[in-house]
């Protein structure tokens, strides 16, 4: 382990550039040091015009997501000494294919957007409300969807996704994610409202399945396995289509005859 | 580039003479964590015609309740009982909770747990469904509600994920608050700055709550998120209100050394040791009980936070705790939990090990260091969330009700963002129901504000000092100063020399001078936040002779029932110094009395007064 490395850390300030360009930095590699703290140590005592995101240093709160050497990556997550071996340099830029406000700083709105279209919040049928009391949920009926509630909108899997980069249109992992974490919860009763507006071209007919989400994800969501579940579920509704007059069950048919 | 946000009640209301834009709601959240997000759903539900805003420095889903790991407490079992969990609380926290707050809050604690249920929160669950509950330090029973380790987490992406359908809720997100306007003792609104354009922008509102969060980072070793500058307690203290009993900080008594980062007290609520460096059950020795091999509720390894912190501080004394290059540790054993146990009921505790540790929590052992974790003292307030200034409202750790008094058991936090964020969301949308539009009396202040923010950082010629260099003198100062254990000596000499750095601040110098997403701007005016509040914190302690939960005079190593059985208030003159006034704590029906852990722990029966009714 080097006790030094170069950090070449994208820049872009659109008060001055027109583009982004390199600047590099050489920073104390120290065994604890994860990518995040380099890049304090540059802001406190270098150049203090040196813009990101970043907050709880445990991997939870998901602002810290940079390319690091091409992969997103959470900084605070990611150690420097992996990197750092005799004539090695870091390579740090903004996340993939999101626009870029400033330096490491990216523009989320359109992924906020995303997450609301998915509909994430619990549906019950009206008459059902419970105005106290909990529902009953059993671990294993909870297991169903716990992975899918693990996500901390961080945005990787987005810098990830060959999709997102062709069409910025695409709904995305994260959004889809979350939305079949709401279909698969016991208590929830919306998944045909949520199918109805994620399953078109943008939402989860655009998945070409790269898995590349599930690679990246810190949090071990897999995404893209929520997306097949959501392909099947959509096909098989599509079929019922048309054994059964939408809107009418069985149930209704024969009482009507 | 424009930032998206759902802004229709946006108004370009420029007057006269007057720069700055302006917007108007009628309640404006100022925090977008759990008891922000609480606060902004109760109000759009007693009444979803008003316009209600959320300005958040952050996306509400990275504020820092994300990171609370435990569990939240609220009575769930036939054999608890609210009088319990009441009980707990008040001795928990060394008779300085207000007990008609601590009332309160047990009675609603439940219903907002099982609320945040109804609206998805994956809490875990007994086999047959209903939802498990786990043992907590300082509860004598077992009623802290989980989601495994990551509760804080999916309490918050719950409560940002059910806000979205919420049509009468906009939010500015990335906005950072400068000031709170203030005409005559009536809140009318706040300067912000959106950091993504550096457009500084007036936001009117009848009313306002803080839900700012803590102020953690005034410490060099903290488990709070960098975020966490006490910006609320300073913009409450600047605009006139008093900042209540800031001499109690909470530490926590396992924080990962370097890191800081929280290992969750569920960890010991499973079963896990606290163990010195001779592999000792060192807690035997301080008065909590004696060590079995199950976790015994109040005693042991399931102490009171302040309790277990300063036991630490003893071992050091006695050279058994080990040795590291940061700082002495003692460690926290799992191993006997086993893996299965592990990864089911702390799975982030493990992660959390082997990813910024490089240990496995399943083989080894984690070493801790005592960690600041929580401020109980902030924004004083009434049990509606009320300030003292008209149309202020706080909740959540930036406020001071007091529910948590000298000590906050642990997973007391969580339920009492959504129990007062719940309470001050109705009552800032009753208030603001009454009251005519926003009036822009305050638009002048607004310009002063901006040219301050102009002329002191941003178009400031010359300069001299660091941001980083004077932080961290401050951080130093008040750890060295208002640590687990203070005295006269070393307060005086803290508070001298936080007053040296607060002159020191007025020579700081920025590199950065842009107006787009100028995060050095915003560490600028977190630091001058942390001054006030750190300034606050050194005053209070040095005032408070005695010693009382997790406030430890060596000087003064009794509690003192007679002189400050008492908040703290201080107050901020006219001339920039400031006061400390002294109000009578609220006892309903348990009467102080020694607080005692181990077995000989008293029912609440054997002590409260019943209530006649």
């Known amino acids: 382990m080097a006790d030094k490395i170069v950090m070449e850390i994208a820049r872009y300030s659109p008060e001055s550039d027109h583009e982004p360009h390199f600047e590099s930095y050489e920073v104390p590699v120290k065994r604890e040091w994860v990518v995040l703290d380099a890049l304090n140590h540059i802001k406190d005592n270098v150049d203090g015009s040196l813009t990101y995101r970043w907050s709880c240093r445990m991997g939870i709160c998901g602002s810290c997501g940079m390319m690091v050497n091409g992969e997103p990556k959470l900084t605070c997550a990611t150690f420097l000494s992996s990197y750092a071996r005799n004539g090695n340099k870091i390579r740090v830029e903004p996340l993939r294919y999101f626009p870029v406000i400033r330096d490491l700083v990216t523009e989320i709105g359109g992924f906020m957007e995303k997450l609301k279209k998915a509909k994430p919040w619990l549906m019950r049928a009206t008459n059902d409300q419970l105005s106290e009391g909990t529902y009953l949920q059993t671990p294993e009926q909870l297991d169903r969807y716990k992975q899918f509630s693990m996500c901390i909108n961080c945005t990787l899997c987005y810098a990830a996704c060959p999709v997102v980069g062709l069409d910025p249109v695409f709904i995305g992992p994260a959004a889809l994610a ?22 078109h071209p943008d939402g989860v007919w655009g998945c070409t399945f790269v898995g590349e989400c599930t690679r990246v994800c810190p949090k071990h969501v ?36 | 580039m424009r930032v998206w946000r759902s802004c229709d009640a946006l108004v370009a209301g420029r007057s006269p003479g007057v720069s700055v834009e302006a917007s108007s709601h009628d309640v404006l959240l100022i925090g977008g964590g759990a008891a922000g997000l609480r606060a902004a759903i109760a109000a759009a539900e007693v009444n979803p015609k008003l316009n209600i805003a959320v300005v958040s420095k952050v996306y509400p889903m990275r504020s820092h309740t994300v990171s609370a790991e435990g569990g939240a407490a609220g009575v769930a079992k036939p054999d608890d009982s609210l009088d319990e969990h009441a009980y707990d609380t008040v001795s928990g926290g060394d008779w300085l909770s207000d007990q008609d707050a601590v009332e309160a809050f ?44 990551k509760t804080g987490f999916h309490m918050l992406h719950t409560l940002f994920q059910t806000t979205l359908k919420y049509q009468p809720i906009s939010r500015y997100d990335e906005w950072f608050v400068t000031k709170l306007l203030v005409d005559d003792g009536v809140v009318h609104g706040v300067v912000a700055i959106e950091l993504m354009s550096g457009r500084i922008q007036t936001i009117l509102a009848k009313a306002v709550i803080l839900c700012t969060g803590g102020c953690g980072r005034v410490f060099p070793f903290t488990t709070n998120a960098n975020i966490k500058s006490g910006d609320g307690m300073a913009l409450a203290f600047r605009a006139g209100a008093p900042l209540k009993d800031m001499e109690f900080v ?90 299965k146990l592990i990864n089911a009921k702390l799975p982030f505790v493990r992660e959390l090990c082997q990813k910024y540790q490089n240990i496995d929590p399943v083989r080894e052992l984690i070493p801790v260091r005592p960690v600041v974790h929580y401020m109980m003292g902030g924004v004083s ?22 529910l948590n008094g000298a000590n906050r058991l642990g997973s007391n936090s969580l339920p009492e963002c959504l129990v007062f964020g719940n309470r001050s969301g109705k009552a800032a949308a009753e208030f603001a129901s009454s009251q005519e539009a926003a009036n822009g009396v305050v638009l002048a202040q607004a310009v002063d504000e901006e040219n301050r923010l102009k002329s002191e950082f941003l178009n400031k010629t010359g300069g001299r000092e660091r941001i980083a260099t004077i932080r961290t003198e401050m951080q130093t ?96 003159n006219f001339d920039g110094s400031a006061r400390v006034e002294y109000s009578p704590v609220t006892i309903t029906r348990w009467p102080p009395g020694e607080r005692v852990y181990g077995q000989q722990t008293q029912h609440p029966d054997a002590t409260a007064v019943q209530r006649v009714s």
């Not at chain 1, 979350?178 to 399953?199: H, I, P, V």
């Not at chain 1, 997306?227 to 098989?236: D, L, R, T």
């Not at chain 2, 009434?382 to 909740?395: E, R, S």
């Open chain 2, 250 to 339: 909470q530490y926590h008594p396992t924080g990962l050394p370097f890191t800081g980062i929280l290992i969750t007290e569920a960890a010991r609520a499973e079963g896990g040791y606290m163990l010195n460096k001779d592999g000792y059950r060192y807690l035997q020795d301080y008065n909590l009980g004696k060590p079995e091999l199950k976790p015994v509720l109040r005693c042991m390894e399931l102490g009171p936070r302040d309790r277990l912190s300063q036991a630490f501080v003893h071992e050091e004394h006695k050279g058994r705790t080990t040795s590291t290059p940061y700082g002495p540790v003692v460690h926290l054993d799992l191993r006997h939990l086993g893996e």
């Open chain 2, 381 to 402: 307030t009434d049990i509606q969330g009320a300030t003292p200034l008209q149309g202020l409202y706080a909740a959540g750790e930036v406020a001071c009700v007091s």
């Open chain 2, 106 to 149: 047990v009675a609603e604690a439940p219903q907002e747990l099982a609320q945040l249920e109804r609206w998805g929160c994956p809490w875990n669950r007994e086999p047959d469904g209903h939802v498990a509950v786990r043992a907590f330090g300082g509860m004598k029973k077992m009623r802290t509600w989980f989601a495994a380790d």
């Open chain 1, 178 to 199: 979350l939305a079949q974490r709401y279909n698969m919860d016991s208590r929830d009763q919306g998944a045909a409202e949520r199918t109805a507006t994620l399953a």
């Open chain 2, 477 to 572: 100062t008040v750890e060295q100063s208002a640590g687990i254990y203070r005295e006269e000596t070393s307060l005086r000499e803290g508070l001298h020399r936080i007053m040296e750095l607060q002159e020191r601040y007025q020579d700081i110098s920025l590199d950065d001078r842009s107006h787009t997403f100028n995060t050095e701007l915003e560490s600028a005016l977190e630091l001058g936040f942390m001054l006030d509040v750190a300034q606050s914190m050194v005053a209070s302690a040095m005032h408070r002779t005695e010693s009382r939960g997790a406030h430890q005079r060596t000087d003064f190593p009794m509690r003192n029932d007679e002189k400050f059985l008492a908040h703290s208030l201080l107050y901020r």
């Open chain 1, 222 to 257: 897999d995404p893209a396995g929520a997306i097949q579940q959501y392909k099947i579920a959509a096909v098989i509704d599509w079929l019922k289509s048309f054994v059964t007059p939408r809107g009418r069950d069985a149930g209704s048919l024969a009482g009507n005859d």
